[in-house]
């Protein structure tokens, strides 16, 4: 099967910085499409950002400019630095990636269990 860990969620300021990491482990035959998801009490999960296996981005309009994610192929890892945090990025943050298991199959979404971001003073 198929596991996404992520890491580096935690409490920081407004204004801050955070890195998170996401690694996937299995059986893997290729990685399409990795992202990052949120959701924040009481809300629906939400994008925040993604990138393809080319290293294409998109970005919610919410964290242009303040996020970056990037992926390390050869690792399997995503990561999303997050710069000049607010209050309203607060959320668990969620890894998803479109995933190959052999060479016949198509890809399937798999999630992480999340990472909790609070930014608070």
């Known amino acids: 099967q198929v596991q996404l860990v992520e890491s580096g969620g935690g409490l920081v300021q407004p204004g801050g910085s955070l890195r998170l990491s996401c690694a996937a482990s299995g059986i893997i035959f290729s990685i399409n499409t990795m992202g990052w998801y949120r959701q924040a009490p009481g809300k629906e999960r939400e994008l925040v950002a993604t990138?393809?296996?080319?290293?294409?981005?998109n970005y919610a309009d919410s964290v242009k400019g303040r996020f970056t994610i990037s992926r390390d192929n050869a690792k399997r890892t995503v990561f999303l630095q997050m710069n000049s945090l607010k209050p309203e990025d607060t959320a668990v943050y969620y890894c998803?990636?479109?995933?190959?298991?052999?060479?016949?199959?198509?890809?399937?979404?798999?999630w992480g269990k999340g990472t909790l971001v609070t930014v608070s003073s």
């Open positions: 998803n990636a479109n995933i190959r298991n052999n060479v016949l199959s198509v890809g399937m979404a798999y």
């Open positions: 990138i393809t296996s080319g290293g294409s981005t």
